[in-house]
């Protein structure tokens, strides 16, 4: 039995913990021998607390890295999408607001009379932004 524990030792050196520990639970059951029987028992809880401790903290980088993959970043194209297309159609309720306003104070204002021009090409240029943004070219 004392060959067996020097060999579970060398299989913990050579980092074969699995190994190892089948070999201290081994001893630890089957040896008549109890101070040899408790080194083995100790080295045994040693060895799964240490593969427990392994395990859990690869499980635990692997669902953080699949977490971070789920999750867009913050500057991802669905969010920009949706502060453009706000921005956006506040701008156009600006224009029409302003436009309607000069209309009725018969206020002779150039903007008033360029509104649906700049309206077309602010939904062209807004709807181009949206494209870049996704990715994807002209």
């Given amino acids: 039995m004392r060959s067996r524990y020097r060999e579970g030792l060398s299989l913990e050196q050579k980092g074969d913990l699995e190994g190892a520990f089948s070999i201290f639970t ?3 059951e089957l040896s008549n021998d109890k101070e040899l029987k408790r080194y083995a028992r ?5 060895i799964r607390a240490s593969i427990e401790a392994v395990s859990f903290n690869f499980d635990k980088s692997d669902s953080a890295q699949e977490s971070e993959q ?15 297309a706000i921005f956006a159609i506040c701008y156009i309720i600006f224009i029409w607001t302003a436009s ?3 209309h009725y104070l018969q206020l002779d204002l150039s903007a008033a009379s360029i509104n649906v021009p700049t309206i077309i090409l602010t939904s062209f240029i807004c709807s181009e932004v949206f494209k ?3 990715g994807r070219s002209i």
Avoid at 42 to 46: G, L, M, P, R
Avoid at 70 to 84: G, R, T
């Fill in 100 to 102: 309607i306003a000069a």
């Fill in 26 to 28: 081994e001893i630890s």
């Fill in 42 to 46: 100790v080295k045994a809880d040693n």
């Fill in 70 to 84: 789920d999750q867009p970043p913050a500057w991802a194209p669905e969010s920009a999408n949706k502060v453009a």
């Fill in 132 to 134: 870049r943004l996704e």
